[in-house]
């Protein structure tokens, strides 16, 4: 049911994807499968999300959070979170979209997915930009964000991201600075 409910969502069908997200979840949980369970949340988090319904998005995200958690799955936690995230933002909750963005960071990581820290980085460097204070932030996420398209070879979204760099009057990244991988990550409150 998870592919069915993927693919009316990629195929802009988002109230079926609802309808399907709503039926598989049940069924993963009954054949005791959490990450396909988180899986089918996160995927109609991103349905409700398409159709505006924005606090009952973050609520299905938060719940593929807290199983995906639980299962020890933490890519697809670091995804929810990433998601909700970008939920928070659409809300103009900046706060929110910080402290979930930064709780994927931890996870992903020294993780070895590129895809997923690349996306990260990029809506990290979108958080901070909101903020006037925060310039420096975003530089530093979208620079390392840069980066990391560059070493995977997709000189298309580098320049994408150079071009959000450049609108925002930021310098160009140094190709001494360390990995964001690398770097220490903000602290947050736990139990969340």
Excluded: K
């Excluded at 979208?142 to 979204?157: F, R, S, V």
């Amino acid at each position: 049911m998870n592919g069915l409910c993927s693919a009316r969502r990629q195929g802009g069908r988002f109230e079926e994807t609802v309808g399907y997200g709503r039926r598989a979840r049940p069924a993963c949980r009954q054949l005791g499968d959490p990450v396909r369970e988180s899986i089918a949340l996160n995927n109609l988090a991103i349905a409700l999300d398409e159709l505006g319904r924005f606090e009952e998005s973050v609520q299905t995200y938060e719940e593929a959070i807290a199983i995906s958690r639980a299962a020890g799955d933490g890519l697809n936690e670091a995804m929810a979170l990433m998601n909700a995230g970008d939920t928070y933002l659409q809300m103009g909750r900046r706060d929110g979209a910080l402290g979930v963005a930064e709780r994927a960071q931890v996870i992903l990581r020294g993780s070895g997915h590129s895809p997923a820290e690349m996306s990260l980085l990029d809506t990290l460097g979108d958080i901070h930009s909101e903020e006037s204070s925060r310039l420096e932030e975003a530089d530093n996420a979208w620079a390392q964000a840069q980066l990391l398209h560059e070493e995977q070879g997709d000189h298309d979204a580098a320049a994408a991201v150079a071009e959000l760099r450049r609108a925002a009057e930021l310098p160009a990244p140094r190709s001494d600075s360390a990995p964001w991988s690398a770097r220490t990550p903000p602290a947050f409150p736990t139990g969340t």
